[in-house]
């Protein structure tokens, strides 16, 4: 049973280009939620998607934007890199529905640097 | 605004003895509070949770405590392992009202190392 998967591991951006990052959840997860994680801090909550549709968003711009597809897969979307954006964006599954979402299993994480 | 706090960066254990891990949190609306286990290049992976009607919860060497009124928890391992060594989150659920879709509020992290 696979867990969560993310692609690439590691890119390089310039600043002002778009980036997009993947992910897919653990079989039998419908929910897909997104983190940052800059250097020597905690995972920043971006936002959740459920049943295609962003259900919760974290303190980011619109800048940041996601999506997710009917087999559950996301895509996280950041246009307009800065340097700042530099970070381990980190994916995370979980089963949704309307019960409180307790365990997320999280993937191995994207590190994207922006030059 | 940091509502989770992990006060220490660092904490240095020998083998076999006791690690104690603290978190405060501001957010009396969070209501139940996770433990995350983080090694280089790999995700955040689950190790223990609570429930805000519940002051302890064990799971083998591992025992998270809750002081709901100092807002306040704090995970114990006990004998502490030299794999133990990594970096320890704790992280918290809020309910404001609703259901709190799993969004969560993480601390800054603390880097546990485990001496033989």
């Known amino acids: 049973d696979a867990g969560v998967t993310q692609s690439p591991t590691h890119l390089i951006k310039t600043r002002g280009q778009q980036v997009t990052l993947r992910c897919s959840p653990k079989s039998g997860h419908d929910t897909v939620s997104w983190y940052q994680q800059a250097l020597g801090q905690g995972p920043q909550f971006i936002f959740q998607y459920y049943e295609e549709e962003e259900r919760q968003r974290g303190n980011f711009p619109d800048r940041f934007s996601g999506h997710q597809f009917p087999n559950y897969s996301s895509e996280l979307n950041v246009n307009a890199l800065l340097l700042g954006d530099s970070a381990l964006y980190l994916c995370?599954?979980?089963?949704?529905?309307?019960?409180?979402?307790?365990?997320?299993?999280f993937g191995q994480g994207t590190r994207l640097t922006v030059v | 605004d940091q509502q989770v706090k992990q006060n220490s960066p660092s904490l240095s254990v020998q083998e076999g003895r006791i690690s104690i891990l603290n978190c405060d949190y501001t957010n009396s609306m969070f209501d139940y509070f996770l433990w995350y286990k983080k090694y280089p290049a790999e995700g955040p992976t689950f190790l223990i949770s609570?429930?805000?009607?519940?002051d302890k919860n064990e799971d083998g060497r591992f025992t998270v405590f809750l002081n709901k009124s100092a807002k306040h928890l704090s995970l114990h391992i006990v004998p502490s392992q030299p794999g133990d060594s990594a970096v320890y989150f704790c992280?918290?659920?809020?309910?404001?009202?609703?259901?709190?879709?799993?969004?969560?509020?993480f601390g800054q992290g603390t880097i546990l190392t485990v001496h033989p």
């Open positions: 992280a918290a659920l809020g309910n404001a009202g609703g259901t709190s879709y799993g969004k969560l509020t």
């Open positions: 995370a599954s979980s089963f949704g529905g309307q019960a409180v979402i307790t365990e997320a299993f």
């Open positions: 609570i429930s805000s009607i519940k």
